[in-house]
Every structure is written in C-alpha cells, then in structure tokens.
C-alpha cells in the first residue's frame, strides 16, 4: 500500500458543518452541544473539503446527553449501492483521524488504526461497547483513501428522534456543503430511519424553514 501520510475523513451528521468540525480538530463546545472536546494533538486545519456521497442509509439512533437525549446520526455498517447519504469530507492527517475517533468514542489512551487493514478487509472494530465502533474504508478520492465510522451493527433496537439542536446542524450543514433548498433538505431527512413517523418529524417543516 502506499504511504498515506493524509486521508479524508467523511462525515455524514454535525459534522457537515465546518465550524462544529472544528472543534474536534482545535478544541471547544460546539454551539448547542454539551461537551467541550479537547481537540487533536495536531491541531492544523484541514487542507481541504468537499461533498462525498456515502453509500451507506443513514439512520438515527441511541440518546446522546450532548445533544438533550435525542439521538446521534449513524450509518448503516453495509455497503447499499440504492443508498444516497449526503456527506462531507476534510483532508486531514492519519494521527488526526486517530485523535478524532478517540474524541468520539470517549477513549483514554492509546488508540492503533490499522489504516491498511481497513482498505483491505473494507472496515475495522476498534473497541467494544462504544457507539462508533467500527472504522469504514469509502474508497478513494482523488487517489487519497476515505475513511468514517459508524457502529458496527444496525440498531434497531434503540432507534430513537434526534433533537431538534442536533437536526438544526445538519441542516446547517447540508446548506453549507450542498446549498440544498429547504424543499430538498426536507424530501432528504423526513423518511430517515429513527425520525419517520415522530413528533420530531412533524416539526421538521418548520424547523428547516427557520435556518
């Protein structure tokens, strides 16, 4: 394999936005969030980023206390061609990548990914009993790999609403990466796994025509 010195690192939830991106990477408390993350021991900015569809469904599950008890955005561990998840990527560097996985599983000490195993094997469980779990290799893009992390099953059993804070940065997002209407945004989050059919779901009309 060749030395990657830099990947992507793709993002399909908050994330989209830049400025909440960038807590992750310089450190602070993201509007509307409740925890402070400490930042990468690296803390250069990324290079780049850009729009990457995921072909894997997005979903949302779990009750996240940094965003009020609603759920967190996550995406099918399996590969689906029909699936269409609207994505960002950031060029940062591998000990970012490491840095950023710890910040979101919440993991003290050392962290090894083994980025070459998870281009071969296509993805890799970095620990147990943690919400992203699972390491995906995406493939690659203009000849640098892309990779994100999701839970390494579906968990249908814990489907749950994301609260509308934590709706309002993807929406900010999507604006942000895709200039997507707010028609667009809607047809797009309306009939996702975990948000269908709530009450959540029922104010996502107005919520998207306020940002």
Not at 38 to 65: Q, W
Not at 66 to 82: L, M, Q, V
Not at 124 to 152: C, K, Q
Not at 177 to 205: C, M
């Amino acid at each position: 394999m060749r030395n990657f010195e830099r990947i992507w690192y793709a993002c399909y939830g908050s994330n989209l936005m830049e400025d909440r991106f960038l807590c992750y990477v310089a450190g602070g408390t993201p509007k509307g969030a409740k925890r402070t993350y400490v930042g990468c021991e690296d803390k250069a900015l990324p290079k780049a980023n850009k729009s990457f569809i995921i072909n894997h469904e997005l979903y949302f599950a779990k009750s996240s206390k940094t965003w009020s008890g609603g759920a967190a955005a996550f995406i099918r561990p399996n590969e689906d061609k029909t699936a269409k998840t609207y994505g960002k990527i950031y060029s940062i560097s591998k000990g970012q990548f490491v840095d950023l996985v710890k910040q979101e599983i919440a993991f003290e000490g050392d962290l090894s990914i083994d980025f070459e195993k998870v281009i071969k094997k296509g993805y890799l469980d970095v620990a147990t009993e943690v919400w992203y779990d699972r390491i995906l290799f995406l493939g690659f893009h203009d000849e640098m790999p892309v990779f994100s992390f999701t839970n390494a099953k579906f968990m249908s059993e814990e489907l749950n609403a994301p609260h509308p804070f934590y709706l309002e940065k993807i929406i900010l997002g999507l604006r942000e990466t895709y200039q997507f209407t707010s028609v667009e945004i809607l047809k797009y989050l309306e009939n996702k796994v975990g948000l269908k059919g709530t009450s959540v779901a029922k104010e996502l009309e107005n919520l998207v025509e306020k940002i």
